[in-house]
């Protein structure tokens, strides 16, 4: 699979951006993870799932403070239209809490996955509840979850050799497998 070419939901993928933030060389760098809900499926593929993640955050993010969150790419039906829509992170304009599955948090290695597994289990009995009165739009299922991390890093990082040469001072961006 090729997933710089667009990967869909159902992949088991990270989307990494590397934003300049000044002349000194410092850069922000956030990864979406995407994880299917097929791998909430049982609590064994759950952790399995969070592990990876986990590995790969503190493989990647030596020596940054990055903070994640959890949210989710999830589908939406209307039932006068009968139309399904994808829609990821909040789904709510008013306030992220009911789509919101946690709030940012500072990683730590020996807390994330505990974490995740809290953030994400009942998660849709939970949301299946709301709906939009005045969009007419109502949650039907998610699709997967997506764990949002950010860091400041310097140049000098070794997460900024990931990201292919810029000469403009532009974003940077790249999509892969998650390992």
Known sequence: MDVNRRAPSSEEKVDALLIPTDSRGHYIVIY????????????????????????????????????????????????????????????????????????FQTFRPDTFVQFGLDSVVDVEDGLRNWAREDTGWVFHEIISVIVNVQALVSQTH???????????????HIVFALP
Not at 38 to 57: G, I, M, P, Y
Not at 88 to 94: A, D, K, M
Not at 158 to 172: A, E, I, W
């Open 32 to 103: 979406n993870v995407n994880l299917p809900m097929r791998l909430f499926a049982t609590d064994a593929t759950s952790t399995a799932a969070l592990e990876r993640v986990k590995n790969l955050l503190e493989r990647d993010f030596a020596n940054a403070e990055a903070t994640f969150q959890f949210t989710a790419s999830y589908l939406l039906f209307h039932p006068a239209t009968r139309q399904f829509r994808t829609w990821t992170g909040s789904f709510y304009p008013r306030g992220n809490a009911p789509a919101m599955l946690s709030t």
């Open 158 to 172: 070794p997460l900024v050799s990931k990201f292919p040469n810029s000469t403009h001072g532009q974003k940077r």
